[in-house]
């Protein structure tokens, strides 16, 4: 009884051991499907990571040559404003100067007017002194000729010959000169009065 019961248990233990094994076998093909599966996953990931970064790197590409396409004509641009900015502003150095000789010019014109204006205020001042004194000289020698006159017409009246008219002294006139006196005199009108 105890050999059938040995035998038995012989028989169950043999039969776990296999049943074991095949789960093992079970376990090991699963982690092997699972492993293929995975790395199927993984390499279909890759692949799809890759050909995103394949595409990144065609845009990466195409930016970088419009970049440097932009920068050439960045800098292309910039040079030609360098360029015309250097030419202005010796234009505007040209002008300046050339301004500046033009304002020296006027300034110097300027000058040499003024100096004329004085000149020409001095030579009116002259002139209208000349003109007072003139016309006064003017009023004594029209005063005079009355005197004369006068004298003459006095002196043919009376039927007195007295010296010529041109030798009567001459009377004292309203520009204030005394003259040598004859016993007439003047009055304010410069008519003779006797």
């Known amino acids: 009884m105890q050999t059938e019961s040995f035998n038995t ?3 169950v233990f043999k039969q776990l051991q296999e049943v074991i094994r095949i789960q093992q076998q079970i ?4 982690n092997e499907k699972e492993e293929r599966h995975q790395h199927d996953w993984t390499r279909q990931r890759l692949s799809q990571e890759s050909e995103k970064l394949n595409f990144a790197t065609g845009e990466i590409q195409i930016l970088t040559r419009k970049l440097e396409r932009e920068k050439e004509s960045f800098e292309k641009a910039l040079h030609s404003e360098k360029t015309k900015a ?3 502003l010796a234009k505007s150095n040209k002008l300046n100067t ?3 000789r033009i304002n020296s010019i006027i300034q110097k014109r ?3 007017l003024n100096e004329k204006e004085n000149q020409i205020s001095e030579l009116h001042t002259k002139l209208e002194k000349q003109r007072v004194t003139l016309k006064t000289r003017l009023t004594d020698l029209e005063v005079q000729r009355q005197q004369k006159e006068y004298l003459a017409r006095v002196l043919q009246r009376s039927g007195r010959t007295g010296p010529e008219p041109d030798a009567v002294a001459t009377l004292p006139s309203p520009g204030g000169k005394a003259s040598k ?3 007439f005199a003047t009055g304010e009108s410069g008519q003779l009065c006797i």
């Open 86 to 88: 250097r030419k202005e």
């Open 9 to 11: 248990s012989g028989v």
């Open 110 to 112: 300027e000058d040499i």
């Open 27 to 30: 376990i090991l093909s699963l």
């Open 98 to 100: 050339k301004c500046a």
């Open 181 to 183: 006196g004859s016993g």
